[in-house]
């Protein structure tokens, strides 16, 4: 009990809103949200004057809108923990 009120009192005196395990799993967050951004590049093609329907495959269209979602719920739980 008493190293938990000691670490709770060097957050407090430390000046910083967040402690570094909110930094750290900030930044998982962050790398999720960019995974899904990356996810939905490409299925283009390569010449303009073609259509190509690989854009519109559940990679592009359903998976990475969904990682990037939960990367932002993600974002907010590192914010609200203790």
Known sequence: MAVKENKQKE???????????????????????????????GGG???PNVFDESIYNFQHITLAPMIVLVGFVFEVYAIMKK
């Not at 407090?12 to 790398?31: C, D, P, T, V």
């Open 45 to 47: 093609s390569d010449d």
């Open 11 to 41: 957050d407090q005196m430390s000046g910083f809103a967040l402690g570094k395990q909110n930094y750290i799993l900030m930044a998982i967050g962050f790398a999720i949200i960019v995974l899904g951004f990356v996810l939905m590049v």
